[in-house]
């Protein structure tokens, strides 16, 4: 590994080329002549390289454990991210849990240390501009001791332009510390489809015009914070019925819904300066006939984002390993369309092997021209100025521990979740419940595994918030599909009681978390319920007397929910989305912006 002072003589033609004079965190933008006197530098090999963000395993970038050098020789055809780097000259790194890149704060400081030793160290090395997918709620990849902040549904129900900026602003200034620059968050989408299997609570809500708020909100907070946001996933994915991971979903709005439903927060992001946009593996016939999705289609990248937008910033793919983008072309054909479409940053392609060769080998046949390569190069240079990687690539322990999950920070995550969890129901005031008279609570319920690395289980989480506000409590973790035998140790459990607290999670027609939900019921102990993902479970439930949304399992917006059960705190939020009645949805059983309070 080169020492920090080999690194910086190697790196000091490029530093002293773009010496700002200025901050360049603040957005100060270096002239572009001395950016593309840089591009002009570099090999065909080495553009193309600049090009890609690409997974990798391991917690080290040069000494990873043994079970990650064997994946990454299997999928990479390298042993770390060092050799990755030396190999495919990557322009960008994107941080995975399941990639075991974020064991914990120190350790992903350091990891993002060694990336950029490892490229600034190399013959014209350039800085990694370092990723995740960091929105908070259900998605995140940098867990614990990190502050976890409410995600996107949750901050729509608190409707707080404020509240988005400033978890923005907080979640961007802890990435910064740990070296990740560029966050794959807001997301953009507008969730008016109920059955959406992969955005749902990741979206703000159903209404276009407090989406695009929030989103902007959101915007100015990461960037204020010098972390690039990520408007995602553009045209729009919100009214799906197909995970784009492994299907290739059709969007069959018109023109004219797309530029009223989907369109505004994308307009908002670009107003408010977003410094990337992701697109999206979703075919909208009504935006491009051909076919193609829209991360490789050039009607919809260029004609409209690019051209009827106005947006000149950095296009980044979904990632290619997902099977929307792969159900009509081959992992060869997948990069070189996209960059054809207009897309700028190549996103975890299958196999960097094949991806790479192929743009390399379509510049040299001509279907690609390197010109086109240097308009996406640079604008990937500009970020990263703006972003101060060329004065600023390294971060330390210090600044870690200086920002990094302190205290002011996880008081500011508990505050904002109190006022997003939302009251749906609540007959003959049930809620709150008084340590008096509903002392003796059992608290059972679905216990999906753990997001972002909290403590979970949601129903211990749940108990253990409402003991230590003074309750006698019981958990019993009965799952998101409760066998026959789970209900019938629930309804035991429950006899005697004072409350019951059952968690839901995603309750359909079919699921027996209905079957457990009307045996406690019939126990004749008080049963409230919480939501603790879509809050549309509610309709299913109906003869549920108190019912709470969470928008999350995570453990801040869990133990929220806990505070206004005992009502510590009143329940603020207000629906984002509107809940379509169980069995005749065409009717709205409750609208957006209802949300009850104590006392009223």
Request: aromatic fraction near 4%.
């Amino acid at each position: 590994m080169p020492s920090r002072r080999t690194v910086l003589a190697a790196t000091a033609g490029v530093t002293s080329a773009l010496a700002l004079g200025t901050d360049a965190q603040a957005g100060t933008r270096p002239p572009d002549k001395r950016l593309r006197a840089l591009v002009a530098r570099m090999s065909l090999e080495e553009k193309v390289g600049q090009l890609f963000v690409m997974r990798v395993y391991g917690h080290s970038a040069t000494a990873p454990d043994q079970a990650d050098i064997d994946a990454n020789l299997q999928q990479l055809g390298v042993r770390t991210a060092a050799e990755l780097l030396e190999k495919y000259r990557v322009g960008g790194i994107i941080y995975f849990s399941w990639a075991h890149n974020t064991r914990d704060p120190h350790q992903i400081a350091a990891l993002s240390n060694g990336i950029q030793r490892a490229s600034l160290g190399l013959p014209r090395g350039l800085p990694v501009l370092v990723s995740t997918d960091q929105e908070h709620g259900i998605v995140a990849r940098v867990g614990k001791p990190a502050t976890l902040l409410p995600g996107a549904m949750a901050l729509g129900a608190g409707g707080s332009l404020k509240d988005a900026r400033e978890a923005g602003r907080v979640g961007g200034a802890e990435l910064r510390a740990i070296g990740i620059r560029q966050d794959y968050a807001p997301v953009a989408d507008v969730n008016v489809n109920p059955a959406n299997p992969v955005i749902g609570v990741r979206s703000f809500g159903a209404d276009p015009d407090a989406v695009a708020g929030l989103v902007a909100a959101q915007v100015k907070g990461y960037q204020g914070a010098g972390v690039a946001a990520t408007a995602k996933h553009f045209p729009g994915h919100g009214d799906t019925s197909v995970d784009s991971h492994y299907g290739f979903p059709v969007i069959e709005h018109t023109r004219e819904q797309w530029m009223a439903l989907d369109a505004p927060p994308f307009r908002a992001a670009i107003r408010a300066g977003i410094d990337s946009i992701m697109t999206a593996h979703i075919m909208v016939p009504a935006l491009d006939p051909s076919g193609d999705p829209a991360t490789l289609s050039r009607p919809i990248l260029t004609g409209i984002l690019r051209e009827q937008l106005g947006y000149d910033g950095v296009v980044v793919t979904d990632s290619l390993d997902m099977q929307g983008v792969r159900e009509k072309y081959g992992d060869d054909h997948v990069p070189v369309l996209a960059l054809k479409a207009g897309a700028d940053q190549l996103l975890n392609p299958p196999s960097i092997d094949v991806a790479w060769n192929a743009v390399l080998a379509a510049v040299r046949s001509g279907e690609l021209t390197e010109a086109r390569l240097d308009e996406s190069i640079l604008r990937i240079l500009r970020l990263k100025a703006k972003l101060g990687l060329f004065e600023r690539p390294y971060v330390s322990d210090a600044g870690v521990d200086r920002v990094v999950g302190i205290r002011r920070h996880l008081d500011t995550a508990d505050r904002i979740a109190e006022r997003t969890t939302t009251l749906l129901v609540n007959e003959g005031s049930l809620l709150p419940l008084s340590r008096r008279t509903h002392r003796n609570v059992l608290v059972v319920g679905a216990d999906p595994a753990s997001p972002s690395g909290t403590t979970g289980p949601p129903t211990a989480v749940l108990a253990a918030e409402l003991a230590s506000l003074g309750f006698t409590t019981t958990s019993l973790s009965t799952g998101t599909a409760p066998t026959q035998a789970l209900v019938d140790q629930a309804a035991a459990a429950a006899r005697g009681k004072d409350a019951v607290v059952v968690g839901t999670y995603n309750v359909t027609a079919g699921s027996t978390q209905r079957t457990l939900v009307a045996r406690l019921l019939a126990t004749g102990v008080p049963v409230v319920a919480v939501a603790i993902r879509n809050p549309y479970d509610v309709a299913q439930l109906p003869d549920v007397k108190g019912y709470l949304a969470a928008y999350s399992w995570t453990d801040v917006e869990v133990r929220a929910a806990a505070r206004v059960l005992a009502g510590r705190v009143a329940p603020r939020g207000k629906l984002p989305v509107p809940v379509r009645r169980a069995d005749e949805p065409a009717k709205v059983l409750y609208p957006i912006g209802h949300g009850l309070t104590y006392g009223s």
